[in-house]
């Protein structure tokens, strides 16, 4: 019995390792959309039998970060841009009534886990960490919707986030990864308008702030729609 744990032990241990590492390429795009995820070639890759890879990639399929074909190969999900119109209408909701509602509410402990979020956003921008920008600026928002304490929005926002991960990851390159200092800004401004419990300027900052994204998004798509990757418009 004891044999037995410990090897369950050890197993989710590689499923956690390799799910960790391939999530991270994913996000940050070192993975292409589209790109082939075989079983053999990443069990070699990592040292590991094929039930660790497989739990891993299970696990990535519920993020919506993976696909199975219906051959039964595994690759990288594509991203849908014809899509991308609906999501930014149910981004923009969710910025407007997390941050106004978090603007309705007092908690010391979720408005001091906000501002080191925000500082962790910061760092990162300094930096030019994309991928530590796009981790903390997630965190920062659902830490934002959990001050609203509406548990359903903060679950809901938090599944958007995720699934704009690789757009944000798209666009920060744009910039070649050096962030405008406005997004710092727009956060600091939310975090006042909160704090001060101006539940108006919480919206008008929370639509701004979505606004400039979207904008900024859909220029980026316009102008290199044509670039190689894995683009899935049905």
């Not at 910061?122 to 965190?139: S, Y």
Request: charged share 30%; glycine share 4%.
């Amino acid at each position: 019995m004891a044999n037995e744990q410990e090897n369950v032990r050890v197993r989710g241990s590689g499923t956690q390792s390799v799910y960790a590492a391939l999530r991270r390429e994913i996000l940050s795009m070192a993975l292409d959309p589209g790109s082939p995820l075989d079983e053999v070639r990443l069990s070699e890759r990592f040292k590991m039998s094929r039930t660790p890879i497989r739990e891993a990639l299970l696990r990535l399929a519920t993020e919506g970060l993976v696909t199975t074909l219906p051959n039964r190969n595994t690759i990288v999900a594509t991203i849908d841009f014809a899509g991308l119109p609906t999501y930014f209408e149910a981004l923009t909701l969710m910025y407007r009534v997390t941050t106004r509602g978090a603007a309705g509410r007092k908690d010391a402990d979720i408005m001091q886990r906000i501002r080191a979020r925000q500082k962790e956003f910061a760092d990162a921008v300094t930096a030019r960490d994309a991928f530590g920008m796009i981790e903390a600026n997630r965190e920062f928002h659902v830490a934002i919707a959990e001050l609203a304490g509406n548990s359903y929005y903060t679950t809901f926002f938090a599944r958007l986030l995720d699934e704009g991960r690789r757009i944000l990851r798209l666009y920060y390159s744009t910039f070649d990864d050096r962030l405008p200092r406005q997004y710092v800004d727009e956060h600091e401004q939310m975090i006042a308008a909160i704090e001060a419990g101006d539940v108006d300027r919480a919206d008008r900052l929370a639509i701004d702030h979505a606004a400039q994204i979207v904008r900024q998004i859909q220029e980026y798509i316009a102008r290199d729609l044509e670039r190689p990757l894995a683009i899935e418009i049905s």
